[in-house]
């Protein structure tokens, strides 16, 4: 069992910097985990500590059943890929995957076994007696993950292994690596700043920011219910609206208002916002959870405002319409005929049931 559980886990560097603070997180046996958030939010600190390359200043780090915050990074049983893949520039393909192998003192054949079984893998088979600087980015890359399959680890660690590569062929080894993850069945631990291979790659996401973890949950949930207005922004491209207001009492519900306008809040909604009755709230709305009248047919009239078109951006499958509302900018995502003229007001429609709220000081969602 390749489990991997940390216990607010914190990481105070020499220089005061504290890197991670209190993470508590369980990885279950077999789960493919990314871990997501900003440059310099604690990612690869918390991975090193995972992999004992960096000494935890607090809690406690549990692989397989086993204490490891004494055991040094050797014995773990864990493999780490790197962003810079770290290949020994003298040594061929061969040598760069067998070395650990040797180090351990594995038999020749042994090692020529694995060697070869992981090299076919990932169809790498023919670059065997090459140096790394005879290789394509994609190529090295596929060596580094290769000299971690050899290992055969309980869990294997990547921190950004896909970021030197060029966009086509990043997209081609998130699905290599994914495959591989099914093939293999093991606990991987992935961190990426890229939001899009979080929500592709992930069983679950662990979003980060500033040292803290900020929420824990599989792709659709953190999509769909982010636990605070960071969550909600980060995750989702492009990112979320947000609109200042307040909830107000309407004549026969419950409405956003932020002075030039309000909205019909849904009714499920309208419970959890009591208590924030005539306070301020953050609305937040995704930019594909906002139409152009234009395009619908009979939209309710309490969910709908009039926007200035300032930017028409056509992506072929879907447009991107950016609109201002008083002093607010607002993005939607609409069909690829809704093509309206720069200047021109167009009549948008809110989908209150995927409307979003976050109070204004904890930044928490409301619902
Ligand atoms: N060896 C170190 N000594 C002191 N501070 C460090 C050290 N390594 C990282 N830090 C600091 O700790 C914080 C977290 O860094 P970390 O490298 O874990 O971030 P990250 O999320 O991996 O960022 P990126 O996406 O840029 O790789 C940053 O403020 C960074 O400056
Ligand atoms: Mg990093």
Not at 52 to 63: D, F, K, M, N
Not at 81 to 105: C, D, I, T
Not at 173 to 200: F, G, S
Not at 313 to 323: D, I, M, N, S, T
Request: hydrophobic share 40%; aromatic share 8%.
């Amino acid at each position: 069992m390749a489990q991997v559980l940390l216990k607010s886990v914190s990481k105070v560097y020499p220089s005061g910097v504290p890197a991670v603070s209190e993470a508590s997180l369980s990885v279950e046996n077999r789960e493919f985990l990314v871990i997501v958030g900003p440059s310099g939010c604690g990612k690869s600190t918390l991975l090193r500590m995972v992999a004992g390359l960096e000494e935890a200043t607090g809690g406690e780090i549990w692989i397989g059943q086993k204490l490891v915050n004494q055991v040094p990074a050797k014995d773990r049983d864990i493999a780490m890929v790197f962003q810079s893949y770290a290949l020994y520039p003298h040594m061929s393909v061969f040598e760069n995957m067998s070395f650990g192998l040797k180090l351990r003192g594995y038999g020749k054949k042994e090692i020529e076994q694995r060697v070869r079984e992981a090299a076919s893998t990932l169809g790498i088979e023919r670059l065997l007696q090459r140096r790394p600087k005879e290789l394509s980015g994609g190529e090295r890359q596929r060596v580094a993950v290769g000299r971690a399959i050899v290992r055969k680890p309980l869990v294997f660690l990547f921190d950004e292994p896909l970021s030197n590569l060029d966009a086509k062929l990043r997209v081609q080894m998130r699905m290599e690596i994914h495959k591989l993850h099914l093939r293999l069945q093991t606990t991987m631990i992935y961190v990426t700043h890229d939001q899009t291979e979080a929500m592709t790659m992930g069983d679950r996401i662990v979003v980060m920011n500033k040292g803290y973890i900020q929420q824990v949950a599989d792709p659709l949930t953190i999509y769909d219910h982010p636990a605070n207005k960071f969550v909600a922004s980060f995750i989702g491209s492009p990112p979320m609206n947000f609109l200042s207001g307040t909830i107000t009492k309407m004549k026969d519900g419950v409405g956003f208002s932020n002075g030039r306008f309000t909205l019909r809040v849904v009714d499920e909604m309208v419970s959890p916002l009591q208590a924030h009755l005539n306070r301020p709230v953050v609305f937040g709305i995704r930019p594909e959870d906002l139409y152009d009248k234009l395009f619908i047919t009979d939209a309710p009239t309490d969910c709908i405002i009039t926007s200035t078109v300032e930017l028409v951006e056509p992506l072929g499958a879907e447009v991107y319409l950016h609109l201002r509302v008083g002093k607010h900018q607002l993005i939607a995502r609409v069909g690829p005929h809704d093509r309206p003229e720069v200047n021109q007001d167009i009549d948008l429609v809110f989908d209150m049931g995927k409307a979003h709220f976050f109070d204004p000081d904890t930044e928490a969602a409301i619902v």
